[in-house]
């Protein structure tokens, strides 16, 4: 491949990602669903926001706090990270939010064509998950006054998963 074919292939630009397994061990604190403890065998710079992925779609994200692994799932108003919302041959970019337990992509362009049962993405941009895990559909469509606001329908696993794979972007 000629050199300028790597500056033109955005595959080129992005860093390449690490898949690591990891295991879920318990929740944080019994009244708060959405934060669990991840075990993880391998170090981490504290401030790096990581990539939490089970069954094939995105689980949440993790972080790191008094000295361990916290996953953050999908309804703590902490966890974010940026997407894309396919449209047929069009993508928008936004951000995955939660606000009051649900979960929306955020800050969508007000031109976008979107309509339900779209789906969504992760983006790659943001360096916490690698492009294109699946994350759910769009199951409405909110106009804000300069942006769009989806709500997501993500399937949920049916029982707590014990194991994930933790996604890490340099």
């Not at 309804?75 to 993508?91: C, N, P, R, T």
């Not at 983006?123 to 409405?140: E, K, M, W």
């Amino acid at each position: 491949m000629p050199p300028s074919a790597k500056i033109t292939n955005p595959a080129y630009l992005l860093p390449t990602p690490t898949f690591t397994p990891a295991r879920i061990y318990g929740f944080i604190s019994m009244d708060n669903p959405y934060r669990v403890l991840v075990d993880i065998h391998k170090p981490y710079p504290k401030d790096k926001i990581l990539g939490m992925v089970a069954f094939n779609q995105v689980l949440g994200t993790i972080i790191q706090k008094d000295g361990r692994f916290v996953g953050l799932l999908y309804g703590d108003k902490q966890m974010s990270y940026s997407v894309v919302a396919k449209s047929g041959q069009k993508v928008y970019y936004g951000f995955v939010r939660n606000e009051n337990f649900k979960t929306y992509v955020d800050f969508l362009p007000s031109y976008a064509t979107l309509k339900v049962g779209d789906p969504v993405f992760t983006s790659g941009l943001d360096h916490i998950f690698s492009p294109n895990i699946y994350v759910g559909t769009v199951a409405s469509i909110e106009n804000r006054y300069l942006y769009k606001k989806a709500l997501l329908n993500i399937k949920r696993p049916q029982n707590m998963p014990f194991e994930a794979i933790v996604v890490a972007v340099p």
